[in-house]
Structures are given as structure tokens and as C-alpha cells.
């Protein structure tokens, strides 16, 4: 199978590569050339636009960081509406809103192609390992025929439902993901206060009922002050953006998502949003004159 691949940073060039393994021909496209360098000497091919990649394979798979990013993609001067076949899927494994991949989907719609959000979750290393958790909205059908391509790049594959389904669930994750980092970070920082070793609250609260994954791998980087990104904070304030949208497209009210925002808000205005969202414990520190 022809597979393209726009986006190679962090999360999609070891996606991309995994692809490649797994005996995919693999067609790339970037706008620094550079950036796909260590691919094209492993075989794969390079393609002059997103049109002529979109007309090269069978597959298109993006992982880019916001919707305007994608839209710029999909519909730009030699974007992948201009090249798109009849029956090229898209995968789109960035995180963007609903409204936007609905938006896009219609628009591939019109050439006879198909559209499948997939935002994932589980960082850097979950896209090394290729142990991603990949949220996927498509028909049915459509998912199916993706399956074993997923299954490449990503260890749990839950289909949630039709098109924009993925990235309402990737929202729901980011609302959990950024109050829980909160509620350790003020956890820890109480510990402190109150003159208890706050490695040891963490190794008692990971044998309770607040045992999480997040406790035990961003509470050892809150403890250690290592904040190397496997998800860069400002990053994560993009995507509670997502969610404040959505929620205000639906006439919902979420406060907590609404102050987990402002915490990233000001990781990222203190200058630390290229940081691990988990550098959200050090402006809580700064609040408190630790």
C-alpha cells in the first residue's frame, strides 16, 4: 500500500517510520524538506505538494499541530483537495476541533474520498514504542479498512463513532489529563507545606485509590523537576482551547476545564511552554513563593 505522511516532529516521524517498517511504500511532504531526511535514506519518497503526494498514494495520514494547520493542508494553493483520487482516506492524527474536521470531511466528500480523525494520546514515547492510544471517528466500514494500518502505530484502537467522534473523545482526555496534572501538582505542593516528604505521599497515594498512570509517571517529573516534553504545555493549552470551544458550540459549562486552562495559560506565558505540561507544579510553586 502507498502511504503519505505530512507532519514529522516529534509524534509523526516515529509514526511515520513505523510505517515504513512494516513494508508500507511511504510517500512525505514537508515544508522544511530537511526534516525528512532520515526517512528518504530508508526508502521512502518525497513528494512536491500536498496535492501530489494526495495523488501518489492510497492512504494520507497528517499529524500537525491545530485546525488551521489542517485546513491550510487540505485546502491551500496545492493542498490535498486539489490532488485527492476517488477512495483516498485521509487520517488525520492531529488534534483539532470537531467542527473543523467535520468541515473537511465534507469537503474530501465532494472528490469521492473519506476522511478518519484519529487524534491519539500517549506522548513522545507511545509514538516511539508504537504504543498509542488512538481515538478513531469513521463509518464503520471505513474504520475496518484502517484497522490494520492503526494497529502499525498504535496499541489500543477504539472506534467511538462516526466522523468527529475521535476528537471530542481526544477533549474529554485532555479535560481529564489537565485536572488530574493539577490536583498532584497542589497534592505535592501540600506535602511540602506541611513539612512531609512529598516522594513519600506519592509512593503512599500510588498504593490507594489515587493510584493513576499520571500519578505515577508526571508525579516522578513533578518530584524531579524533569520536564524534557513528551507533551509540550503549549500543546496542551492549544487543545483546552479545543475544548472551550466545543463546549461553547454546545452551550456547556465546564469549569474545570475552564481553570485547567488557565494554569497552562500561564505555563505558557511564563515562557515554559515548550516544557512537559507537567511543568504546571512550578507556577503553582511561583503562586505560592516556593
Not at 514537508?30 to 496535492?51: E, H, I, V
Not at 484502537?157 to 462516526?162: E, K, S, Y
Not at 520536564?227 to 465546564?254: M, N, W
Request: glycine share 10%; charged share 15%; net charge neutral.
Amino acid at each position: 500500500m502507498k502511504i503519505g505522511f505530512i507532519g514529522l516532529g516529534i509524534m509523526g516521524a516515529p509514526m511515520a517510520e513505523h510505517l515504513l517498517h512494516a513494508g508500507h511504500a511511504l510517500y512525505v511532504w514537508a515544508r522544511q524538506p530537511q526534516q525528512a531526511d532520515f526517512l528518504l535514506t530508508q526508502g521512502a519518497n518525497f513528494a512536491s505538494s500536498p496535492a501530489d503526494l494526495a495523488f501518489h498514494v492510497d492512504v494520507l495520514c497528517l499529524n500537525v499541530g491545530d485546525s488551521r494547520d489542517v485546513e491550510s493542508l487540505v485546502q491551500g494553493e496545492n493542498g490535498i483537495l486539489a490532488g485527492a483520487k476517488p477512495d483516498l482516506i485521509v487520517i488525520d492524527f492531529s488534534t483539532i476541533s470537531a467542527s473543523t474536521t467535520r468541515r473537511m470531511a465534507e469537503q474530501l466528500a465532494t472528490k469521492a474520498a473519506h476522511w478518519v480523525d484519529a487524534p491519539v494520546s500517549g506522548g513522545q514515547k507511545g509514538a516511539q514504542t508504537a504504543s498509542l492510544t488512538i481515538m478513531v471517528g469513521a463509518a464503520p466500514a471505513l474504520f475496518e479498512r484502517v484497522r490494520p494500518l492503526l494497529a502499525h502505530v498504535g496499541k489500543t484502537l477504539t472506534h467511538v463513532g462516526d466522523v468527529g467522534a475521535g476528537q471530542i473523545t481526544k477533549a474529554c482526555n485532555q479535560i481529564v489529563v489537565s485536572g488530574t496534572l493539577a490536583a498532584i501538582a497542589e497534592a505535592l505542593l501540600l506535602a511540602e507545606g506541611a513539612g512531609v516528604d512529598p516522594a513519600r505521599v506519592r509512593e503512599a497515594l500510588l498504593g490507594g485509590s489515587a493510584h493513576s498512570r499520571m500519578l505515577e509517571i508526571h508525579g516522578a517529573r513533578m518530584l524531579s523537576g524533569d520536564f524534557i516534553p513528551g507533551f509540550k504545555a503549549k500543546l496542551h493549552q492549544k487543545d483546552l482551547s479545543i475544548v472551550r470551544q466545543t463546549a461553547e458550540e454546545l452551550g456547556l459549562a465546564l469549569p474545570g476545564a475552564r481553570l485547567a486552562a488557565q494554569w497552562m495559560n500561564a505555563l505558557v506565558g511564563a515562557g515554559l511552554g515548550e516544557q512537559d505540561s507537567s511543568a504546571v507544579i512550578t507556577v503553582l510553586r511561583r503562586l505560592n513563593n516556593l
